[in-house]
C-alpha cells in the first residue's frame, strides 16, 4: 500500500524549531519529488515547499523561505521539514504529499504544528 | 503568482442533483496543470482531476473536470452523501503551486 506518514508536530514557543518527518512506504520513493503543504484551523491548503527527486532542487513559498528547510533522505525513504524562527501564522496540520506530473496524489495524515507561549 | 478564485464559496444542494464548481486564475494555466481536490473533515485532501479533466485512479465517473485558459469546471453529475465536502483547485506554474481558497459542498 502506498502510504505517507508525518510525525514531529507538537507545540512550539514563538521563535523557537521544530522538524517534521514524512516516511514514505509502497513506492519507489527515490523516484518521486515531494511536498509540504499546510492547512491553518479552518482555512484552506497552502503550498510550503517541494524537493525534487534526488534533493539537489528545493523552491519554497515566499511565507517560509529563509526559515524553513525541506530535505529527504532516499536511503531512509523519509523527508522532512526543518521550520526555524516560527510565527504564530506557522500553526497549522502539515501534510507531505507525492508528485504527480505537478499535483499532489497522495497524501499523508497530516501533522499538527501548533505555535503558542 | 497565480491567483485561483473558486466560486461559489458555499454550494447548497440535495443528493441525486448535479453539482457545478468553478475555478478562475487570475491568469491563463496550463490545462496540464490544473487538479481537483476533495476534502472531507479530519481527512487529507484526495486528488480527483489532474490535467485539468483526467480522473485519478480510483475515482467514479460522476465527477469530470473541464476547462483550458483562465475558467475550469468540476462537475459532479448525481451527488451522493459521500460527495458533500470541500473541493479545491490547485494550479503549477512559473515554479509555485497554488490553490484556490475552496468551495464547500453541502447538503440541502
Known amino acids: 500500500e502506498v502510504q505517507l506518514v508525518e510525525s514531529g508536530g507538537g507545540l512550539v514557543q514563538p521563535g523557537g524549531s521544530l522538524r517534521l518527518s514524512c516516511a514514505a512506504s509502497?513506492?519507489?520513493?527515490?523516484?518521486?519529488?515531494m511536498h509540504w503543504v499546510r492547512q491553518a484551523p479552518g482555512k484552506g491548503l497552502v503550498w510550503v515547499s517541494r524537493?525534487?527527486?534526488?534533493?539537489?532542487?528545493?523552491i519554497y513559498a515566499d511565507s517560509v523561505k529563509g526559515r524553513f528547510t525541506i530535505s529527504r533522505d532516499n536511503a531512509k525513504n523519509t523527508l522532512y521539514l526543518q521550520m526555524n524562527s516560527l510565527r504564530a501564522d506557522d500553526a497549522a496540520v502539515y501534510y507531505c504529499?507525492?508528485?504527480?506530473?505537478?499535483?499532489?496524489?497522495?497524501w499523508g495524515q497530516g501533522t499538527m504544528v501548533t505555535v503558542s507561549s | 503568482e497565480i491567483v485561483l478564485t473558486q466560486s461559489p464559496g458555499t454550494l447548497s444542494l440535495s443528493p441525486g442533483e448535479r453539482a457545478t464548481l468553478s475555478c478562475r486564475a487570475s491568469?491563463?494555466?496550463?490545462?496540464?496543470?490544473l487538479a481537483w481536490y476533495q476534502q472531507k473533515p479530519g481527512q487529507a485532501p484526495r486528488l480527483l482531476i489532474y490535467?485539468?479533466?483526467s480522473r485519478a485512479t480510483g475515482i467514479p465517473d460522476r465527477f469530470s473536470g473541464s476547462g483550458s485558459g483562465t475558467d475550469f469546471t468540476l462537475t459532479i453529475s448525481r451527488l451522493e452523501p459521500e460527495d458533500f465536502a470541500v473541493y479545491y483547485c490547485?494550479?503549477?506554474?512559473?515554479?509555485?503551486?497554488?490553490f484556490g481558497q475552496g468551495t464547500k459542498l453541502e447538503i440541502k
Open positions: 504529499a507525492r508528485d504527480r506530473q505537478y499535483v499532489f496524489d497522495i
Open positions: 509502497g513506492f519507489t520513493f527515490s523516484s518521486y519529488w
Open positions: 524537493i525534487n527527486s534526488d534533493g539537489s532542487n528545493t
Open positions: 491568469q491563463s494555466v496550463s490545462g496540464s496543470y
Open positions: 490535467g485539468a479533466s
Open positions: 490547485q494550479q503549477y506554474g512559473s515554479s509555485l503551486y497554488t
